[in-house]
T-cell receptor
Framework: GAGVSQSPSNKVTEKGKDVELRCDPI?????LYWYRQRLGQGLEFLIY????????KSGLPSDRFSAERTGESVSTLTIQRTQQEDSAVYLC??????????????FGPGTRLTVL | LAKTTQPISMDSYEGQEVNITCSHN???????ITWYQQFPSQGPRFIIQ???TKVTNEVASLFIPADRKSSTLSLPRVSLSDTAVYYC??????????FGAGTILRVKS
């Protein structure tokens, strides 16, 4: 079946502009994660959605970052007034909470964001 | 969430067995241990998961001692294509699992 998809694959923007990154999780997956990965570094947790529960926003680095999720489907990560330090690959993952692969996170290909 | 500690990097040669150990001293009773692999320019992918003793699949083995305060990912006969970052995660089903810094494995010819 279809995996996690993300769009755009690449985004180049100017400092101060707003950007929206989209994630389409695997159908039926109730959990959705956003991560940031700077060049040569590990994954940095940003936000976690689980079903209809309030999202865990503990990883968002500043109030310029926000994310929404429509039910158990598409999620959008928005970065307002982008800064050069926001340049990174933004990865989305989804997982199920039941079945043989419960909690296994399936990752999308990521969106490479470059802020000039 | 249980904190995990892994070596920053490891070097190996083709054909050798590689063992990467992860420490998780404050692992909870209901926590599982999961390992992921990440190749450059790709998202991480699941390798193996276990709760105690030993788990083996077609890719790797996972050894977990009785106290569960550590775990060791074993990769048999590595090849150049096993060069990647390996992440150890500890957590409970239904809760978020977050990634640490990972271990960079470099396999040389």
């Amino acid at each position: 079946g279809a995996g996690v998809s993300q769009s755009p694959s690449n985004k180049v923007t100017e400092k101060g502009k707003d950007v929206e990154l989209r994630c389409d999780p695997i159908s039926g997956h109730t959990a959705l994660y956003w991560y940031r990965q700077r060049l040569g570094q590990g994954l940095e947790f940003l936000i976690y959605f689980q079903g209809n529960s309030a999202p865990d926003k503990s990883g968002l680095p500043s109030d310029r970052f926000s994310a929404e999720r429509t039910g158990e489907s598409v999620s959008t990560l928005t970065i307002q007034r982008t800064q050069q330090e926001d340049s990174a690959v933004y990865l989305c993952a989804s997982s199920s909470t039941s079945g043989w692969d419960a909690d296994t996170q399936y990752f999308g290909p990521g969106t490479r964001l470059t802020v000039l | 969430l249980a904190k995990t500690t892994q070596p920053i990097s490891m070097d190996s040669y083709e054909g050798q067995e590689v063992n990467i150990t992860c420490s998780h001293n404050n692992i909870a009773t209901n926590d599982y241990i999961t390992w992921y692999q990440q190749f450059p320019s790709q998202g991480p992918r699941f390798i193996i998961q276990g709760y105690k003793t030993k788990v083996t699949n077609e890719v790797a083995s996972l050894f977990i001692p009785a106290d569960r305060k550590s775990s060791t990912l074993s990769l048999p006969r590595v090849s150049l294509s096993d060069t990647a970052v390996y992440y150890c995660l500890v957590g409970i089903y239904g809760n978020k699992l977050v990634f640490g810094a990972g271990t960079i494995l470099r396999v040389k010819s």
